[in-house]
């Protein structure tokens, strides 16, 4: 078996080594032909990495502890989907789905874009191929998924903190979130190749973006209920160096994404465009070399190991490459298109450009502080919270405000009397949520104050524009309010759907100032019998559990939970003793209130011979907005992204009038 | 426009680090001898811990990771241990060295840097 996965990686180089330079080749030279045998490697080249993936399951799924990786990261006893979920426990597997997941990208990309954008597809496909074989000669030369040892009778087993329903889904996501950003970046690339740098790869690439922001988006929420959930100290992100790496090429796709809709509409922003395309994805590759060489001391960080090196080389291959393209083509991208007003659409367009991608390179700059201040001062200085939580501030409490003004401000010139009657109710309504929150004590936290004033203020934003919409709209067709709104929503899904992500972006920083500046704790050593009293709730630890599970012992403390006068029920919290794996996790209890999305958090921290626990509670206001931004986020994304026809059919005829022009003989 | 923006964060940048500082050094068992101030210490648990760390505290020794003299230092530490604490794991507190050479820590502070997280600590070969 192990033979057939290590041959199918070999083919896979090969295909990928065919398609950067047969596809290089033919579109350097305009051979036609041998364009499309190279875009068929690439097609080809995701099989063969489909066929590797699948002798790793296999290895899984029938406890193949030959397999190095395996008996590494597996264990019988291990259930099945866990066992399946072990294929990205490490680093080889990492990779491996790193190379599947780019090359379906690649396959499916090239394959959709074949006949709308066939003359930029012949320079994507060597890109395509570039990328892929930087990875599968890691795969195949570095860290081999496949190397065999005399098979242990057991393997060493999944760590316990990554036996958990999120962490099958959240690497997923993530990778198809990271990997996506290389659809951009390969169709941005192949425009510059080709010396096309009209907004087509913008075209033709705007699902892909959004499909892997969003699957980046998710990835994170998820690995932040994760955190939230398994690893058990009462927070959902820490700043870590690892959870930075997907934040930070999301801040710069989030960029990508609004700054394109400049280019689309007035042509402009594009050299803008193509540098932070370039940008979220060496970004995305910096933080998947962030997650595997262990330069940062992070509680997430794999083993120090021999693909460091490669990786930075890969890296920095791609920064040369991206940055002498956009160079090389400076004369092309200069447009004549002039920002007509610092008040219009555009303007507002790039100052969320400016506050995102500031606030991107701030957190990149504290992520990669210890490697610069090592390098420069010859020491190591970490820079924590107070640092990140400052420039979230600074950068993001601005941004909040934009994302309610923004959508109200007329395209290229509006007039300071026209935004201030746009603006007239929502910040009305602002202002008011303001008072009435100070009123209610609010006051306590000012950053806390200003999150809810401003997402006050979105809100009724987005609200206003829905009902603006929709009346105008019966008041044109005479449609009933439903079938209007319906309408108005299914013919400019990409406004509406933005709208609906606005709104989950707004949910979340409710979620996240409630829970970070009103929230309470409380820590006590409790016998049995005893209480504690935090944030209204009164807690009394009954009793102490055990029980055997499938692969661990489960050690549960039980406490009765009050309210006021009202009896809540019971929580349980305590500890997991993983016999194959010889570790002890943290098991949290959570009681959540769906009314008001707050939750009671309880921590086991410590269960004493005599009985007695150490129990540390928190009380967290709002958190569950946080997951409600998630499902409100993927609904406003499948709005913006759901197919519409009437869109495909004007881009059909457009590129066919376009296609004709480039393939009448160049005369110029 | 872009350059005005560009001056503005960096004006921005400036005054965060004049106001704060700039974090926290992070250092090894034998890098910390001369530190005064608050550093971030990273090493091995070597010997076995003692105490409680919601009691009196947790005391342990903390040695080089890397490095062919290898020192070690103790450690006085309260608050949460990460599930993944353990002899032969590493660690990274936050605190202070004392003149009596004791490394007092933030409670609550450390975070286990561990190596077997997501990779066997060996290879079984």
Partial sequence: MAELGRAALLVTLGLSVYALVAGGLAAWRGKRRLAHSARNALLAAFFSTLVAALVLVAGFVRDDFSLAYVAGHSSEALPLQYKVSAFWGGQEGSLLLWLLVLTGYAALAVWFARKRARDLVVWVTPVFGGIALGFTWLLVAVSSPFETIAAPADGNGLNPSLQNPYMVAHPVFLYLGYVGLAVPFAFAMGALLSGRTDERWIVATRRWTLVAWTALGIGQLLGAHWAYEEVGWGGYYAWDPVENAALIPWLAATAFLHSVMIQEKRGMLRVWNVTLVSLAFCLSLFGTFLTRSGVVSSIHSFTQSAIGPWFLGFIVVAVVFATAMIWLRLPQLRTTAKLESLVSREAAFLYNNLLLVALCLTILWGTAWPMVSEAVRGESVVVGRPYYDFFLRIFGLPLLLLMGIGPLVAWRRASLAGLARAIAWPAGIALATGALLVALGAGSSIPGLIAYTFSAFVLSAIVVEFVRGTAARRALTGESIPTAFGRLVGRNRRRYGGYVVHAAVVLLAIGVAGSSAYDSVAEGRLARGESLAVGGYTLTYRELTERDGPNATEIRAVLDVRRGGDDLGTIAAGKNAYSVEQQVSNEVGIRSDLLTGEDLFVIAEQVRDDGAVVFRVFVKPLVNLIWLAGIVFVLGSLIALWPDAREERRLATRYARADERSETPATT | ?125
Avoid: W
């Fill in chain 2, 1 to 125: 426009m872009i350059a005005l923006s560009v001056a503005g964060v960096l004006a921005i940048f400036l005054l965060y680090t004049s106001i704060a500082g700039g974090g926290t050094p992070s250092v090894s068992p034998s890098e910390l001898a001369t530190r005064t101030g608050e550093v971030s210490l990273a090493g091995r648990v070597v010997g076995a811990p003692t105490g409680d760390a919601h009691g009196a505290g947790l005391r342990f020794v903390l040695e080089d990771i890397e490095g062919a003299h290898k020192k070690r230092v103790t450690v006085l530490y309260k608050g949460s241990v990460p599930d993944l604490f353990r002899t032969g794991r590493d660690v990274v507190v936050t605190g202070t060295r004392r003149p009596s050479g004791l490394f007092v820590t933030t409670p609550g502070s450390m975070i286990t840097k561990c190596p077997s997280k997501y990779q066997a600590a060996e290879n079984p070969s």
